[in-house]
């Protein structure tokens, strides 16, 4: 299938399809409160109808200015994480790994 050009001979941007991130979302189920908050949080800003655990948060369509945005939703719901917790574990599982609450109390899932 060719691209679409403009009478220029340029792409045409406007009549591309929309990205299909469907078909890599929705792997394993997060287990325990620190994936389930961090699937939650990256479906949030993907505006994704959901995450598994093992999905790759640049796989999905996130960048740097998501990293920004995912990590301030996390932070708004108690737990501590910087961006560059997010490059380091790229998947909603090796990001919860490393979770704290921001207050210090254990998750429920340890």
Known sequence: EALPMTANAKLDRDRLPAPDFGAAVGGREPVGERETAVCAAM???LALPGVGADDDFFALGGDSIVTVRLTGVLRADGWEVAPRDVFRHRTAAGLATGL???DGSAPADG
Do not use: H, K
């Open 100 to 102: 704290r609450r921001q």
């Open 43 to 45: 479906a949030q800003v």
